[in-house]
């Protein structure tokens, strides 16, 4: 199984409301990243996850809060976003984290913030 | 400054025809991605190349790469509407592990 899953694909949310996105995978894989991708845009790092613990944080804006709850889970808590927030969010996960081991996306969040 | 540099960002093609995307990078890593992505969908793996030399052919696609050179190329032969997207290049961090990807090229093909 080759397969990484996103809830939801699709979110609307206010810039009061509090939202959870999700990304589960079952290759045992021990690193697990966040992009962010604008439209016309590169997908860009958020955060990266080893072994459950915080390795990367890419000076993104406190209002985004990653949880790794256990090896096969990422999550972003979403809390007061801006407009500008609203993008394709992927997640991906590899081996380990390191430039040797092949990253595999999920499918993609579409957050829209109004 | 870790850089990959794409061109062209933008490529309108007619079908049957050939053309090639390049992408230059700035790190020392020995492998490269490519990504296919339609609109409004997540990366498609295309190829991942893993050293110099480095050459994969899919259907219509073919990518190398180029160490040395800092250099890879995916060459589209009789392009086929069906190939429209845009197409990224990706190296790896070399510490951090994530992927650094270029600005993407945008791909139309027309009749």
């Known amino acids: 199984d080759t397969e990484v899953t996103q809830t939801p694909k699709h979110l609307v949310m206010g810039m009061t409301n509090k939202k959870s996105l999700k990304c589960e995978q079952h290759?045992?894989?021990?690193?697990m990243y966040w992009y962010k991708q604008k439209a016309k845009k590169p997908p860009e790092l958020m955060f990266v996850y080893s072994y459950e613990k915080l390795s990367i944080n890419e000076s993104v804006p406190s209002r985004f809060s990653p949880e790794c709850p256990n090896s096969s889970l990422l999550n972003l808590h979403l809390h007061a976003l801006q407009p500008e927030d609203s993008a394709l969010y992927l997640c991906?996960?590899?081996?380990?984290?390191?430039?040797?081991?092949?990253?595999?996306f999920g499918p993609g969040t579409r957050l829209t913030v109004t | 400054e870790l850089k990959v540099e794409q061109n062209p960002l933008f490529l309108s093609m007619q079908e049957g025809k050939n053309y090639t995307i390049y992408c230059n990078y700035s790190?020392?890593?020995?492998?490269l991605y490519w990504y296919r992505q339609d609109p409004g969908k997540s990366l498609e793996s295309l190829f991942v190349?893993?050293?110099?030399?480095a050459v994969k052919q899919e259907g219509r696609l073919m990518a190398s790469l180029d160490t040395k050179a800092r250099l890879s190329t995916l060459h589209i032969t009789a392009a086929v509407h069906d190939l429209s997207a845009t197409y990224f290049c990706?190296?790896?961090?070399?510490?951090?592990?994530?992927?650094?990807f270029g600005k993407g090229t945008k791909l139309s093909v027309k009749p």
């Open positions: 990706a190296v790896d961090h070399p510490s951090q592990g994530n992927l650094i």
């Open positions: 790190t020392t890593s020995d492998r």
């Open positions: 991906a996960s590899s081996h380990s984290q390191g430039s040797y081991y092949e990253q595999y």
């Open positions: 290759m045992g894989h021990r690193a």
């Open positions: 190349l893993l050293s110099n030399g």
